[in-house]
C-alpha cells in the first residue's frame, strides 16, 4: 500500500508550516511494513525548503500550476463535474496519485483539495471550527465559513477518517458535525522548533535584555485575543515597582495596527514588544528567556505554544474555555472574562516556586509521553494498518 501524506501549507502560514516541517522530520523516518510513504507539499516555497533537507523524499503537486487549477475549478461545477464522472475522467488531484499509484491521501492540513477526492480514498485532518462558535470575527467572513463548511461537510461524508487534536475537539466536533463517532481519530505531530538551536540575536537579547517578561507567540489575528492581554498586563502593572513585560511575534494577519493603536492609548510602549514572525532559532531563544508564556486565544484546545511551553520548562497560562481537560494539571487557568486573571497568574508564579516547578514537571510529562517519536509512529500505525485492512477486505 502507497499512501501520500498532503501539506497545503503556505511559506508565510505559521502553525501550519510548523506541523508540515515536523511532519515532514517524523515521516522521514517512518518504517510500517506493507507501507510505502511519500510526502506531498503543494507551494514551492516550501517544497524548496523542505527538499534542501531530505533531497528526493519530498514529492511536488504544483496546484498553482495553470492546468492544475483549471481542472480543480472545472471538478468544483456541478455542470462539468457530471462531465468528468459521464466520461469517467481524472480531474488533476486523481491524475497525480494514480501516476504515482497512492491507495490514500493523508491531508495532515486543512485543504480544498479534498474536494477532489471522488475516487481516492483519504484522510482529513481538522484544526478547528470555532465559526460556529465565533461567526462574527471579522476573519470569518462569508466566503470563508462557506467554504471551510463545504470541506468540513464533505471529509464527514466521505473521509476513511476524521483527524482532530484531542477529546475536547472531537466531543465539540460532534455536537456541530454528522458523522459516526468510530471515523474520528485524534492525532498531532510533535513542534519543529525542538530541534532548532537558541539563536543569538544581538539585536533580540539587547532589546529583551535584563527584562523579566511573558511570551506570546501568535499570529495577529483577532481571534488570538491581544487586546485581553494588553488591558491585563497595563492593570497589574499600575500595582507593581517592577513591570513585567509583554513580547508578542507573528505575522500581521489583520489585528495588528489595532494592537498598535491600543498600546499608544494604554500608554504601554516600553511594556510591549513587537517582533515580526522570527525563524526558529530566535523563537527558542524568546521561549527559554522567558517568565512564562501566556494563550489568551479564543481557540485553540490545544496549540503549539502550550507545547513548545511544555518542551522548554515554562509554565503557560492558558484560556481555560478552550483548554482540553487533559493539559489542565500542567497549565494555569485564564479566565479572559476577568482583566485581574493574569496578573493574579504571574503573582501565582512570582510567589510560589513549587507550583511553579509542578507545573513544569507536569508539562514536561506530558510532552514525553505523547509526543515522542515512537508514539507518534504507532498512533500512525495504528491509523494506516485499520485502512490497510479495511482495504483488503
Known amino acids: 500500500m502507497k499512501v501520500a501524506f498532503f501539506s497545503d501549507s503556505k511559506i508565510n502560514s505559521g ?11 517524523i515521516l522521514n523516518k517512518l518504517n510500517i511494513e506493507g507501507i510505502d510513504v511519500d510526502f506531498v507539499v503543494t507551494q514551492k516555497s516550501v517544497y524548496k525548503e523542505l527538499t534542501s533537507k531530505y533531497h528526493d523524499k519530498i514529492k511536488f503537486f504544483d496546484e ?31 491524475t497525480f496519485a494514480k501516476e504515482n499509484k497512492y491507495d490514500l491521501i493523508f491531508f495532515i492540513t486543512p485543504s480544498p483539495l479534498v474536494l477532489l477526492c471522488n475516487k481516492i480514498n483519504f484522510i482529513y485532518s481538522i484544526w478547528e471550527f470555532s465559526h ?13 465559513i462557506s467554504n471551510r463548511e463545504l470541506y468540513y461537510a464533505y471529509a464527514c461524508n466521505h473521509a476513511f477518517k476524521v483527524i ?9 466536533f460532534l455536537k456541530y458535525y454528522l458523522i459516526n463517532e468510530t471515523r474520528i481519530e485524534t492525532f498531532f505531530f510533535s513542534p519543529d522548533i525542538v530541534d532548532y538551536t537558541i539563536g543569538s540575536n544581538l539585536n533580540i537579547e539587547n532589546i529583551i535584555k535584563k527584562k523579566e517578561y511573558i ?8 481571534h488570538k485575543n491581544h487586546i485581553y492581554l494588553l488591558h491585563a498586563l497595563k492593570e497589574y502593572n499600575l500595582k507593581q515597582k517592577e513591570k513585567i513585560y509583554l513580547v508578542l511575534t507573528g505575522h500581521d494577519k489583520g489585528s ?11 500608554n504601554m510602549g516600553d511594556e510591549v514588544i513587537i517582533f515580526n514572525y522570527l525563524d526558529k532559532s530566535d523563537l527558542c531563544y524568546l521561549y527559554k528567556n522567558c517568565f512564562a508564556v501566556v494563550f489568551p486565544s479564543l481557540i485553540g484546545s490545544q496549540s503549539l505554544p502550550l507545547l513548545e511551553a511544555f518542551f522548554f520548562n515554562k509554565p503557560i497560562i492558558y484560556n481555560e474555555k478552550t483548554l482540553d481537560s ?36 507536569e508539562g514536561k510529562k506530558i510532552y514525553n509521553e505523547t509526543l515522542n517519536f515512537n508514539n507518534i509512529e504507532l498512533k500512525l500505525k495504528k491509523i494506516l494498518k485499520e485502512y490497510y485492512f479495511f482495504n483488503k477486505n
Open 64 to 94: 498553482n500550476y495553470f492546468l492544475n487549477k483549471v481542472s480543480s475549478i472545472l471538478y468544483r461545477n456541478f455542470f462539468y463535474k457530471k462531465i468528468y464522472h459521464k466520461f469517467s475522467l481524472n480531474n488533476c488531484l486523481e
Open 164 to 172: 482532530l487534536f484531542n477529546e475536547k475537539s472531537k466531543k465539540d
Open 15 to 25: 502553525g501550519s508550516l510548523h506541523v508540515t516541517f515536523s511532519a515532514a522530520k
Open 326 to 361: 487533559s493539559y489542565q494539571k500542567a497549565t494555569l487557568a485564564l479566565n479572559i472574562d476577568d482583566i485581574h486573571s493574569l496578573g493574579l497568574n504571574i503573582e501565582k508564579l512570582k510567589k510560589n516556586s513549587q507550583l511553579r516547578e509542578s507545573l513544569v514537571q
Open 256 to 266: 495588528l495596527n489595532l494592537i498598535k493603536i491600543y498600546i499608544k492609548k494604554l
Open 215 to 222: 511570551f506570546y507567540p501568535a499570529q495577529f489575528w483577532p
Open 132 to 144: 460556529k462558535e465565533y461567526p462574527a470575527l471579522p476573519e470569518y467572513d462569508e466566503n470563508t
